[in-house]
Every structure is written in C-alpha cells, then in structure tokens.
C-alpha cells in the first residue's frame, strides 16, 4: 500500500512538472541555468572591470574654460599634417622649402607621439591635446568636437580639407563654426600601381585652399582672429602602405607636398598679410614594412616645424610630445586651450618679443591642468570635504607666477608656470590612477571566487556529511550585511561615482558563494592510479605555464607541442612515427621570424606546388582531383599578378570555399582534408609568406592525432576530470598555435593593406579588418574541426568546462600584466593576451558550431540520397 502511494505521488509530481522530469531535475536544470548566467555576468564584469581601471577615458565633462590672454602674435595658423610622414625618412632626404624654413626662418624637432599610432588618435592628440586610450572604443568617440574640445571648437572659424575619414571628425555637431570639405572615400586606394594617382588626394586639398581664398568667407577672415585653416595630406601615408616608406615614389610625394606648401604660403602672404602662423607635422610615422599602430621609433616620431608670426627664426630645435601642439595652437591664436588638454605649452619656440604674452599662456596652461586635477579628485571621491595637498601646492604655484608677472620679471614667472605644469601633469596622473589597486583587488576576490565554483562545477559535488552550521549562518550574515553596509556609506558619501561599490558588491558575492560551496560540498574524483594522475596533473601545469610563456615568447609553443608528443608516448605505446614527425614540423614554425607584411610570393607559390602534389597523391575521386587542382592554379595566377581578383576571382574562391568542402565525402579523415584544400585558397590570397606551408602541417598533424586517437563516444564514461584538464590544454595549446604559429601582436595589431591586395585596395577599414579576422580564423576553423571528431556530443560539455577553468585560471595572472603605461605595443600585446585568455572558452565553443557543418553536412551525400529515392519510387 506504501509503494503504491509512493508510485502515485511520482506519477502525480511528473506530470505536475513535465514529460519525463522530475521536480529535482528542474531544480538542477534551473541551477545549470543560474551558474551560466553568473559566469557569464562574471567573464562581462571583468572584461569591462580590466579596461576601466587602466584606461578609464580622460574625458570629464564641466570643466571651466580658462579664457586665452590678449594679444597673440598670429590671427590665424596654417596646419599642415601629412599624414604617415615619418622623421627618419623626412631628415634622410628633407625637401628644399621645409629644409630652408627650418634652418633659417623658424624653429623645428620631433613630436613624439603616443600610443596608438594612428591617424584618428593621432589629430585627437593635436588639435585636442589627450591621447586617445582603448576606454574610447567603448565611449563611441563620435564624430562630435564637443565630446573632446579640441582647438577647432574653441576657434573663431575653422577651415577644414582632406581625406573624409578625418575632417567629419571635426566638422559633424560642431557649434558651425568648423567647416569642412572632404574628396571621394574610393580615392583612398593602396594599389600600387596607381601610386601616380595618389598625388591627387594632396593636389585636391590645396586646389581647394586656393579656390576657397576667391570666396566670401576668405575675405571675411582676413578681420576675424582666431582662425585656423586645416589641410589633412594624405598621400604619404597611402605610399608608405603601397611603396613602403624608403621607396622613391614615398619622397616624390613628400617633394610635392613641398612645393604646395611653398606655393600656399606664398598665396597666403598675399592674401592675409603676415601676421599668419604656420605649422607642419604629422599623426604617426610608420614602419620599414609601410604599417602602423605600435610603439617603434619610426613609428612614434614624426616631424615638427613651425614658422612665422610670433615664432623665433633661428633654426632653434626643441623635441615635444604630440599633445603639446594643441597648447601651442591656440596660444598662438589667441583661443582657450582645450579644457582636457594635457600638453605643455613649448614657450620656448615664441619670439623673445613676447614672452609676456607667453608667460600668461604658460599662466592659463597651468590653470587648465589643475582644473583637471580637481574634475578628477572629484571623480575618485578622495578627500572630498578637504582641498588636497597637490591642489594646494599648485594654487601657492599659481600665485607665485602671478606675483612675478605683476612685478614684471616675466622670466622668473616663466620658470614658476613650467614647474607647476610639470607637477600638475603628476598629479594628474596619480588622480586618474589613484583606486586602481582597490579595484584590481575587488576584481581578484571576485574572480578566485568565481574559480573555486567553477571547479567544484567540473568535478561534480556531493553534499558534506557534517555541515559546520555555525559557520554557515555566520558566512550566510556577514556577507550580506558587508554589502548593505557597503552601498550604505557609498550612498551617505558625496561621491558620485559607483566604479569602486560596483565592483566591491560583485567580488562580496562571489566570495559569498564560494566559501558557501566550500562549507557545504565535497569535491568527487575518479579513482585512479598515482602515475597516470602524475602524467594528467603534471602535464596540465606544464601546459599551462607555456600557455602563458607563449603568450609572450613563440618557442615556448614549440615546447609545448613537444610537450603534448611526450605525454602522448607516456600515456601509450601506439604513437606513429608521422605522429612524430609531424609533431617536429609543426614546432619548427614559431622558431621562424615572424610573417611581415612584405609579400614573399615564392614562398606562398611554394605552398601551393605542395598542396597540388597532395590532391595528386592523395585517394579522391577524379572530379575532386580537376577541381581542387584547377581552384589552387587559379589562385596561384591571382598571386603571381598573372590574374586581378579584386574584381570576381578572389571573391568567388572566397564564396565557394564551403561548396567545395561539402562536395568532399563525409569521412572524418576525407572530410579534414577536404576542409584543409578548400580553405587553403582564400588563404593563399591573404598571405604573405610561409602561412599556407603552416596550414597544411597543421593539418597533416591534427590528422595523425585524430588517426592515433579514438573518440570517446560512451555516454556512461566514468567522470576523468585530470583527463577533461589535459584535452583541455591540449585544445587551448592548438589554438594559441594558430594565432601565433606565423606572427605575433605586432603582425595581429599592425594594419598593413598588403595583406588584402588581392581583394580590396580602397580604403575600406571594416572589410579589410574582415579579411584579416578572416585569414586568422581559418586554423582555428580547423583545430575545431578535429576538436569535433575527437570528442562525442557527450563529452562536449566537461571538455568545454575544462577550457572555461583552464582559461580562467589563465587570465588571472594576465589581469595584472594589463597597463596603462609604456608603448602601444607593451599596451595592445596586454591587452590581447589577456582577452584571448578569456574568450577562450567562447572560441572554443564557436568553434565546435561551425564546425559541426563542415564536418557533417555533404553535397555528394544528398545527391546519393536523391537518386536512391528515385530509384525506390520506379
């Protein structure tokens, strides 16, 4: 009677919670749910949490404006920027105008410019005086000068011409005082065949300037102060992409860039008179290969002369930082400085006639900075019912300059206003820096604690026997009490940034949980043998380490790799000797230099010699044999320039990569190779050098691997979490392989158009940024491929947990390696490191869905399929 009314309350709580579910499984289902969304909270938080703290954005709204002195030297300036003109190039071989203003009628030397090299962040710098950090791709930086002030804001009336990537920067939601005239974007173009073209993009901007001074609002201008006419030239920089920076066709179009400023200035001298200021520089240099982006000398140091009115004429040279020129604009104008402005003002390049005027520009520098300084004390809540000591000190700088300047020795408040710079620029940044170490703790708490979950998740728990309920109910008080109060004297403070309570709650609650699991739950384990536990655990940590060491250094992948063949010969005797052979191929690639931008052609039409004996060795049909040798001729015609893709060819390679794969049968082995020809073209088109050669031994390992290994497919397998870990490292080790097998961060962030030659030449940054994301996928695509067949639908969800920790654990150290600090290159391989690290998990994961096409889906298979039903219905 009892078993049945049990049976009766099973039947009556399944059909209460669904077909075949019990309520227990719904309450699991709905914690498997819980925990996703949590992780995926937390991976989110940290991501953003890593940015804020080191490139939280310089830009603080409601900052006054400290108005300019009277009497400037100039009532308008000429800005010249030639956009990707490099110092190294342009002292080796200066052209005759330039070379004699900066001997004998002005002063010159290098802007050094900061991360990152290029052209937005770049003008940002010099007409607005901060550099552009990575917080701004977050922040939007739209097209609106009153998101950053820039001199061009604050200007009585702007002129703008050039390249419409950089003049509606300026131009879009300004006050109408900025006006800007752009030539067609499809002008843009890096083929370097039409390098005799690319002196039209400079003719345009001047020819423009000269038709402007016939209208109305030239003659307009010749009363008005505080004007600044802009002329973006472009043409260096498409040269130096196409011809490379040391090439002839770079100089003749500096050459001419000369003669055009001479013969502009001599206009303007006609027009306006001479009380007209004149400035030539650049955004960024560029490197021997012609790319940019990272933080080499050639990259970072850029020419600087400036000439006529107010300026010394004694070939006088003082090196500056590229914020500095925003300064120097507008006290030569007589306009405010912009009010995030962190340049100091070069004083030194005013004529001795007015160096009152300058010791009062110096004056308004110093009082715009401490302006800062105060917005961002405000912003880090310190000290907020007391003056600070920094801002103290440089109001006592302040009144000192002041009292000199009111007893006319200009020399000595000079003195006092540049120290103050110097010191208000510290404090600066130590205020934009000041709770980074408060944070970067809240997020370590909040991420351990995520880790500790997360491995009790993968090991699978059992509840503890004897529960310390003490503990418990004290750890189930205390956390939430430490929040309220928490969000308690945040909300009584009159701070007004939440930064440092958001990230505070997050990590109290994931101790939270964490010591609550650690209280209430015992990990379970497999029990197996100490060696073959040795061999897992000991190869994981090892794995793990050139993980991290390869991050930084290419070889330690290849010891890695060697790593993988050596736990393999532990954990069995069955390794092949193409196993192994195949295995000492693949790590000869991160000992070879890095893949630069300039095209070896040989090398990559040696791939493709390689590839076509393959198809010809190699068991297909004949069909197969015709197409996959007819698309790699035809790709290596496109290579060798015998064919222009840009039009149809590349693109219908590209596009019919996927027909081609399906057409191959759906034999796992077949289908690899299958995948491996098929992506080998639109590979070959977007390499420079050895990357196909890579390709194709990757492939060739991969298919030992999968040849030596069988799948693990039964749905009961015993729970090897040591075993889940090192497939997991094994995965995440391919991965990294194929990100840095044939290059490094600087290849990945440097941008070189080369690399999409065969596709697009114009200008187009969103679809060369495609083609290059694209060239990069195509191993990984690969690597999940195998990932595929190695593993059953079962074992998908322990494996890709394993990655989770694995990576997780991973970017805990990388979280630290993040800085603010040092070149773009030291910045941007930080940050990549650490968000490979995280995203991990999620490649892994995407992988495995594309791959599960490519892998099953088949055209031969469908068209069997019909002919087998025809038949049937005769």
Request: with cysteine; aromatic share 12%; proline share 5%.
């Amino acid at each position: 009677m009892f078993t049945r009314g049990k049976r009766l309350s099973d039947n009556t709580s399944r059909e209460l919670s669904g077909p075949g579910r019990s309520w227990e499984q719904w309450i699991e289902t709905g914690k498997d749910y819980l925990f996703v969304f949590w992780g995926l909270t937390l991976h989110l938080v940290l991501l953003w949490g890593v940015l804020d703290v080191n490139f939280h954005s310089p830009v603080i709204r409601g900052l006054p404006i400290v108005p300019a002195p009277s009497g400037p030297p100039a009532k308008r300036l000429l800005l010249f920027v030639a956009d990707g003109l490099r110092f190294q190039t342009f002292i080796e071989k200066p052209p005759p105008y330039l070379r004699d203003t900066m001997k004998n009628r002005g002063v010159w030397g290098i802007s050094h410019t900061r991360v990152p090299t290029e052209s937005r962040p770049g003008h940002v710098a010099m007409a607005a005086g901060l550099y552009e950090d990575p917080s701004a791709i977050f922040k939007g930086w739209r097209e609106n000068p009153v998101d950053f002030d820039s001199v061009f804001n604050q200007s009585h009336a702007a002129w703008t011409w050039g390249s419409p990537d950089i003049i509606p920067l300026f131009t879009k939601g300004s006050k109408q005082n900025v006006h800007g005239r752009s030539y067609p974007s499809a002008w843009q173009d890096f083929d370097a065949n039409l390098s005799n073209e690319t002196t039209r993009l400079d003719s345009w901007v001047f020819d423009a300037y000269l038709e402007w001074l016939r209208t109305s609002a030239a003659e307009a201008a010749k009363s008005q102060n505080g004007v600044i006419l802009f002329f973006h030239l472009l043409g260096c920089d498409t040269l130096g992409h196409a011809k490379k920076p040391h090439s002839r066709e770079y100089v003749e179009n500096m050459n001419y860039v000369d003669r055009r400023i001479e013969e502009a200035v001599n206009v303007t001298e006609r027009f306006f008179g001479n009380d007209t200021a004149y400035i030539f520089t650049s955004d960024h240099g560029m490197t021997d290969w012609g790319s940019h982006g990272s933080g080499l000398p050639t990259e970072t140091e850029t020419p600087l002369i400036v000439w006529g009115a107010g300026i010394k004429s004694s070939g006088f040279r003082q090196d500056i930082e590229q914020a500095s020129i925003a300064p120097l604009i507008a006290s030569l104008i007589g306009i405010p400085i912009p009010i995030n402005n962190e340049g100091a003002l070069p004083w030194q390049y005013f004529d001795m006639n007015y160096h009152d005027y300058v010791a009062r520009s110096l004056l308004s520098n110093v009082k715009q900075l401490a302006h800062q300084v105060t917005g961002n004390r405000a912003v880090n809540c310190e000290n907020m019912e007391h003056t600070d000591w920094r801002e103290t000190q440089i109001k006592e700088q302040i009144r000192k300059a002041e009292q000199h300047l009111g007893r006319r020795n200009v020399m000595a408040g000079i003195r006092v206003g540049n120290d103050a710079i110097s010191f208000s620029k510290e404090a600066l940044s130590y205020f934009r820096q000041y709770q980074r170490v408060r944070f970067l703790i809240c997020l370590s708490i909040m991420w351990l604690g995520w880790i500790i979950m997360l491995f009790f998740k993968i090991t699978g728990v059992v509840r503890r026997q004897s529960v310390r309920v003490f503990l418990l109910r004290l750890m189930n008080v205390g956390f939430p009490s430490l929040l309220v109060i928490t969000l308690i004297r945040h909300l009584i403070s009159n701070c007004h940034s939440w930064r440092l309570p958001y990230y505070a709650s997050f990590a109290i609650i994931s101790a939270w949980l964490a010591i609550t699991t650690l209280l209430t739950s015992t990990p379970v384990f497999v029990d197996r043998s100490t060696t073959e536990l040795f061999i897992d655990i000991g190869g994981t940590l090892l794995l793990l380490v050139m993980l991290f060491v390869g991050l930084t250094y290419r070889f330690a992948l290849s010891v890695g790799i060697l790593l993988l063949l050596l736990i393999r010969v532990a954990k069995s005797d069955d390794v092949t000797a193409s196993m192994t052979w195949s295995t000492l191929a693949l790590c000869v690639f991160p000992l070879l230099p890095v893949v630069e931008p300039y095209p070896r052609v040989y090398i990559v039409i040696i791939g493709v010699c390689i590839a076509i004996a393959v198809v010809i060795i190699n068991e297909m049909s004949r069909s197969l044999k015709i197409m996959e040798i007819l698309r790699l001729v035809i790709t290596s015609f496109v290579c060798m320039e015998f064919i222009d893709g840009r039009h149809w060819i590349s693109w219908i390679i590209l596009l019919t990569t996927p027909l081609c794969i399906w057409f191959h049968p759906i034999e796992t082995k077949k289908r690899t190779l299958g995948i491996m020809f098929g992506l080998l073209c639109p590979l070959t088109l977007l390499s420079s050098s050895y990357e196909p050669i890579f390709f194709m031994t990757l492939t060739i390992n991969l298919l030992c691997w999968l040849q030596d290994a069988s799948p693990t497919s039964n749905s009961s397998r015993e729970r090897k979490v040591t075993e889940d870990l090192i497939k997991a490292a094994f995965f995440m080790l391919y991965v990294l392989l194929c990100f840095f097998g044939t290059g490094n961060m600087a290849s990945i962030s440097s941008f070189d158009p080369s690399w999409t030659r065969h596709f697009v030449t114009v200008f187009s940054p969103f679809l060369m940024t495609s083609l290059i994301l694209l060239k990069l996928s195509i191993p990984l695509i690969l690597v999940g491929c195998v990932s595929y067949s190695l593993e059953s639908e079962e074992c998908t969800k322990p494996i890709s947990l394993a990655v989770l920790f694995l990576g997780d654990c991973l970017s805990l150290p990388l979280m630290y390696c993040v800085t603010p600090h040092g070149s773009w290159l030291d910045i941007g391989s930080a940050i990549s490191k650490f968000i490979i690290a995280i995203s991990l998990p999620c490649l892994f994961v995407l992988l495995r869905c594309l791959s599960r096409p490519l892998m099953k889906l088949g055209l031969e298979r469908w068209q069997i399929g019909l002919l087998s039903r025809k038949k049937h219905i005769v």
